[in-house]
């Protein structure tokens, strides 16, 4: 049995409904959950494990995808149904890092007929995230990107919204990172004054744990501590505390991902 869980946002939209009208003439058993408020994602999980449902499929953006994480991962590793997406969000980051399809149909014939493969997750104390943790700047251009902003420029609502709140932003990345490595991709962007530029950019290319403004380096687990409040972001989704302890949760999810997915090691 296959059950999907619909952002309530994104049910409306034909092509979903197209998509999924078309996946029922293929496949018996489809089932669909629309949520309409926070809290539906796991309430609709917990109905799925109850329902004894081989596979569940999330349709929506990042912060779906992290809802449905944080649900499965309040059960044992036995009991976590096997997870698809169907990407519908703004960005979708995550999905398009897995190259899984954009277009609805194939998505949804993926999620029905692909593979899994066991996938790490991490934890931010006791919130669970599946694709990255921003925090200082990154963190408050996320929060501080409105929700109208986003519907009418998608992903690129983010980068305005950046540049507007600082025209010296460097984009960074983390080049060893893989979701099935059982490690965290850690970097660290210190304050760089503009004389230091330079130094910054090639830090950049090649960041490494001795780099004097740009530090990045693999862990299974990591602390920050403050005095404030830190603002962190979770696959989208806000969270702050002052002590925060991340910590990757290694194999947690079968997750059904195209073949030759580059994220995986």
Known sequence: MIRII???????????????????????????RVTYEYGDVKRFVDEAIRDNVTRLVIGGGDG????????????????????????????????????????????????????????????????????????????????????????????????????????????????KAYINDGLLDVLIIKEVFKADISQLLEEVKNPNREGEYVKYFQTTWLESESEEVIPVNLDGEPYANTKIRFEVVPAAIDLVLPENCPCLK
Do not use: W
């Not at 409904?17 to 496949?27: H, N, Q």
């Not at 149904?81 to 897995?98: E, R």
């Open 6 to 32: 619909l952002n309530g946002k994104k049910a409306g939209l034909e092509t979903v409904r197209s998509a999924i009208s078309l996946l029922r003439e293929e496949v018996e058993g489809v089932e669909v």
């Open 64 to 175: 779906s995808v992290n809802e449905v994480v944080n649900a499965l991962a309040k059960y044992p590793r036995a009991q976590r149904l096997q997870l698809a997406i169907l990407p519908l969000g703004t960005a979708n980051d995550f999905s398009t890092a897995c190259t899984i399809p954009m277009n609805s149909l194939e998505a949804l014939r993926l999620a029905v007929s692909g593979k899994t493969m066991p996938i790490d997750i991490a934890k931010a104390n006791e919130e669970y995230f599946i694709n990255m943790a921003t925090a200082g700047f990154g963190a408050k251009v996320t929060a501080e990107t409105p929700v109208e902003l986003k519907n009418f420029l998608g992903g690129g609502a983010y980068t305005l919204v950046g540049v507007l709140k600082a025209l010296h932003f460097t984009p960074y990345m983390a080049p």
